[in-house]
Every structure is written in structure tokens, then in C-alpha cells.
């Protein structure tokens, strides 16, 4: 059974990966509850550049929270977003795999519109 979310589970403020991973497992766990899976095989996230959140660090503190749950033996699958958006003033469509931008890399300007790259969200959840 694959599922297909796209539940935000961060909150814009700067929190240490382990609430967030924390957070995340609290989710699942009431999804499997609700539905009545006792497995998870496999979960996947998306994590924006600009999200604050490290994906090693995240990747490390979902394997610590993970013991003794349904998602013990998951799989944490991350898929990194850059950080991307479009200039106000050129139109210019931008991507960077820095984690913040300043200006436009075509012509400086500041006006920009930053459209990905802050993304915490579950995007698969493979149950049993
Ligand atoms: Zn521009």
C-alpha cells in the first residue's frame, strides 16, 4: 500500500532535526493508528535547502526515534529541493544549491520571489 501525502510537518522556525524527526514519527504513527497499520516499509520526505534542516542530521535522528515503533525498520528516504524562485524585476527563473540567496543571479536585483526550497513534508508513506 502506497500512500501519497504531502502533510507540512515543520514549523518555519529553526528546530533541532530531532523534534522534527519526532514530529514526524507522531504523524505516521497516528496515520498507521487511524488506518490500522502495524508497518511502515518506507518513508519518504522532501526537505528544502532553505528549510533549516540538515538531511544527514535528519536522517540520523529519524533512525534513533524510530526504535520500538511501526516505522522501526523504514526506510527514510530524502528527496532535497533547492532553493528556487523567480526575479520580480528581470523575470529571470532562478535554482541554487546554496542555502539562501541574496539577488538575482542575472541581473541583482533583490525583488525576488522565492517559490521552493522551504519544503518539511511527507511525500510517500509505504505501509503494511
Ligand atoms: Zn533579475
Not at 9 to 38: T, W
Not at 106 to 111: D, F
Amino acid at each position: 500500500m502506497l500512500y501519497a501525502l504531502c502533510v507540512f510537518f515543520g514549523s518555519g522556525a529553526p528546530m533541532h532535526e530531532v523534534s522534527i524527526a519526532l514530529n514526524l514519527l507522531d504523524i505516521i504513527e497516528k496515520k498507521c493508528r487511524e488506518e490500522g497499520y502495524q508497518k511502515v516499509e518506507s518513508v519518504k520526505v522532501r526537505v528544502g535547502k532553505a528549510s533549516s534542516v540538515q538531511p544527514e542530521a535528519f536522517s540520523f535522528a529519524f533512525e534513533i526515534v524510530k526504535k520500538d515503533t511501526r516505522a522501526q525498520n523504514a526506510r527514510f528516504i530524502i528527496d532535497p529541493i533547492p532553493l528556487g524562485g523567480t526575479c520580480l524585476a528581470c523575470g529571470n527563473r532562478f535554482e541554487t544549491e546554496e542555502a539562501y540567496i541574496l539577488e538575482c543571479p542575472s541581473c541583482g536585483s533583490l525583488r525576488l520571489q522565492v517559490t521552493q526550497g522551504y519544503e518539511l513534508e511527507i511525500v510517500e508513506l509505504e505501509v503494511e
